[in-house]
């Protein structure tokens, strides 16, 4: 499910519908896999190096991919929005991308309901 940077993230964007329910008595954070390891893995220190980064990056979504919450988490971090760090499997970076997807298919999804509805009323 991990995609290097180089290609696409529509996977990454997923659908606010397909979170699955949890239990309300435990919040979602309770079963991140995340919370046995530090949290440098997840954030940046100041003045990384790029290829540190990265390394970092890649290890930190490898613990992504394993955790029973990754879904929650990356939707936490997309409605907060969470400015750092990896969530979610997504970096800040990819995490604006989505973003920006998502508001560009929102738009599109309302010009195109507007569209439909001037249509019907001219009809």
Same mark, same amino acid.
């Given at each position: 499910?991990? %995609?290097?940077?180089? %290609?696409?993230? %529509?996977? =990454? !964007? &997923?659908? =606010? %519908? /397909? &979170?699955? +329910? /949890?239990?309300q008595d435990a919040p979602w954070h309770t079963e991140a896999v995340c919370? /046995?390891?530090? =949290?440098? *893995? @997840? @954030?940046a220190p100041s003045k990384e190096p790029t290829a540190a980064r990265l390394s970092r990056e890649d290890a930190a979504k490898r613990?992504? !991919?394993?955790c029973p919450v990754m879904v929650e988490c990356r939707e936490? =971090?997309? *409605?907060?929005?969470e400015p750092y760090g990896v969530w979610g499997g997504l970096t800040a970076a990819e995490r604006r991308v989505v973003? +920006?997807?998502? /508001?560009?298919r929102d738009m599109e999804l309302q010009k195109a309901s507007? +569209?439909?509805?001037? &249509?019907?009323a001219a009809g």
């Amino acid at each position: 499910m991990l %995609q290097p940077p180089h %290609q696409s993230l %529509q996977v =990454a !964007a &997923v659908p =606010a %519908q /397909r &979170v699955p +329910t /949890r239990d309300q008595d435990a919040p979602w954070h309770t079963e991140a896999v995340c919370r /046995r390891d530090e =949290a440098g *893995l @997840f @954030f940046a220190p100041s003045k990384e190096p790029t290829a540190a980064r990265l390394s970092r990056e890649d290890a930190a979504k490898r613990v992504c !991919a394993g955790c029973p919450v990754m879904v929650e988490c990356r939707e936490h =971090a997309l *409605l907060q929005p969470e400015p750092y760090g990896v969530w979610g499997g997504l970096t800040a970076a990819e995490r604006r991308v989505v973003l +920006t997807r998502r /508001r560009r298919r929102d738009m599109e999804l309302q010009k195109a309901s507007h +569209t439909a509805g001037s &249509v019907a009323a001219a009809g």
